[in-house]
């Protein structure tokens, strides 16, 4: 693919900083560096060494704009493989704006969400998988997240697809012999041959698939909602849990109104933990409206965590969200157990496994290790992962090894019901092509838009 326009834009996070960087990328990059920076020494910028940095002022109009350090990368040895200029300047807003501003008008167009990296994928300098990586690394909220998307960025779920479609490759090549040379010794070698392998094939394709359920909360989080009655203390928790002050803890019912979310990393795990509302009936118009969030954030959370208050006896509100959560993956926790215990705790486990009851005090931060733990094992399920070994952490994966799955089905359901082998050649060309949609090799310009677009301007 040739592309021929040259992108810019402003590669450092908004806000103060010490250094601003803006960063070009495409044909043009160089001449409209050359246009807009001077160097001390008056030397052009193509006299310098390559990927050296050039001191020097960014002049518009005779009027010098900033004093900066430039760096020119030649293609293709650069980040996207085209020609790459780099402006470090000083921070804050105004400098990268002006120096931004400047290389637009210059001729530069400004850059789409991930388009750098997007040249990247796109001029062959690495595939999709490793193209999200990046996004995931920049977007990773604990060292476990960041060290999957780092051995991902690496290659290493590239080379994993990489050998499974060269397998399905193999079996491609079988299949395509005995049809182009039909004979019957050869015919019955090659059914056996390709069941074999199939189902040694599937088996491969659905460990690495079963990675994704630990995979997507390692990259995303496990969306936690506290949720419980008015004055159990799930601000307290959240707080004990935080090690910090961050929600208002009052004797007063009712005391949190709108939904507090922050994140915190539990064994490596990142939990975005979200303190809701007590639930009950209320007439308080803001408080209402705090309940039914209270209700929503609990519907769609991956983990709910109640809790109950073991100085007051089993309330008909505490049985009626009991019921509500039994159904999902729950956690009851008995809290304010420095107080004197009036809580049926027997008749709690007839909803909920004992396993997943567990006692606390917010107030003296006793038994939150106890939860910590619960959490990490719920979701290790008692295998620890270190994170690395290849994991699948991204839907998009998912799916498409999803795909490939239940073609590997089509094609095994097909030997064994002896089907001809141009159906098992079609199912096979199916693998092939869902394994490569990971590794972006048989994926739509539609979709890689959709996929570029979520990451931040300038990467
Ligand atoms: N200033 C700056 N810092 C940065 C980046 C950048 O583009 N600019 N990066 C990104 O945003 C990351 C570094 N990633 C990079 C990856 C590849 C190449 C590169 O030029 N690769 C060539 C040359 C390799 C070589 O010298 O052998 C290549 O692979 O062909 C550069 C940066 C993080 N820090
Ligand atoms: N003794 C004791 N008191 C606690 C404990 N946890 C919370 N409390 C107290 O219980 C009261 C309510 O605590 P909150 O954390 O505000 O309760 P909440 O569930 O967030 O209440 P709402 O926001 O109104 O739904 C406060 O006075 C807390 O100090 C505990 O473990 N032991
Ligand atoms: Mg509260």
């Known amino acids: 693919m040739y592309i021929d326009d040259t992108i810019a834009a402003i590669a450092t996070a908004p806000g103060e900083g010490g250094i601003g960087i803006v960063r070009m990328s495409g044909e043009k990059a160089l001449d409209i560096a050359e246009s807009v920076f001077e160097s001390v020494n008056k030397k052009s910028i193509k006299d310098h ?6 001191y020097g002022n960014i002049i518009d109009d005779g009027k010098i704009i900033d004093e900066v350090l430039l760096a020119y990368m030649k293609g293709p040895h650069t980040y996207t493989k085209e020609d790459v200029i780099e402006i470090n300047c000083h921070g804050g807003f105004i400098s ?24 990247a994928f796109l001029n062959g300098r690495i595939d999709l998988s490793q193209a999200e990586a990046v996004m995931d690394i920049i977007n990773a909220k604990t060292d ?27 079996l491609l090549a079988h299949v395509e ?20 392998k199939s189902k040694e094939l599937r088996k491969e394709i659905i460990n690495l698939y079963e990675t994704s359920e630990t995979g997507k909360i390692i990259r995303d989080g496990l969306k936690t909602v506290i949720v419980g009655k008015p004055n159990v203390g799930k601000s307290s928790l959240l707080n004990a849990i935080l090690k910090e002050s961050r929600a208002i803890v009052t004797d ?22 979200i303190d809701t509302a007590g639930i ?5 118009v803001v408080e209402k409206i705090g309940v ?41 926790l008995i809290n304010k157990t420095d107080l004197e215990n009036k809580m049926d705790e027997d008749k709690i486990k007839e909803y909920i496994d004992e396993k997943r009851i567990i006692k606390i005090s917010a107030l003296e931060r006793k038994g939150i290790d106890k939860l910590e733990n619960e959490i990490a094992d719920m979701v290790y399920k008692g295998n620890v992962s270190q994170g690395d070994s290849v994991m699948i952490t991204n839907v998009r994966h998912k799916d498409s090894l999803e795909r490939a799955i239940n073609s590997i089905n089509d094609a095994i359901n097909a030997i064994e019901d002896n089907m001809a082998l141009d159906f098992i050649e079609v199912d096979l060309k199916n693998i092939w092509d869902y394994l490569g949609e990971v590794s972006g090799d048989t ?17």
Request: charged fraction near 35%.
């Open 49 to 54: 060494n390559p990927r050296t940095l050039i």
């Open 96 to 119: 990268v704006k002006k120096i931004l501003e400047l290389v637009l008008k210059k001729g530069a167009r400004l850059a789409e969400g991930g388009e750098f990296t997007k040249r």
């Open 144 to 170: 476990m997240s960041y060290n999957v998307a780092q051995s991902q960025l690496e290659g290493s779920l590239s080379f994993k697809i990489k050998e499974l479609r060269n397998k399905v490759t193999e």
């Open 177 to 196: 012999v005995a049809i182009d040379f039909p004979d019957e010794d050869v015919e019955h070698i090659t059914y056996e041959n390709l069941y074999n």
């Open 252 to 273: 007063i019912p009712g005391t949190t109104r709108d939904v507090i979310e922050e994140f915190v990393n539990i064994n490596g795990i990142p939990l975005r933990i």
């Open 280 to 284: 009950r009936d209320t007439e308080d």
């Open 292 to 332: 039914q969030k209270s209700r929503e954030f609990f519907e769609s959370a991956d983990l709910a965590i109640l809790v109950l208050d073991a100085s007051r006896e089993l309330s008909v509100e505490d049985i009626d969200i009991l019921e509500n959560v039994k159904n999902k993956n729950t956690i009851v």
């Open 443 to 459: 994926v739509s310009e539609d979709l890689l838009d959709t996929i570029f677009r979520d990451f931040c301007i300038g990467k």
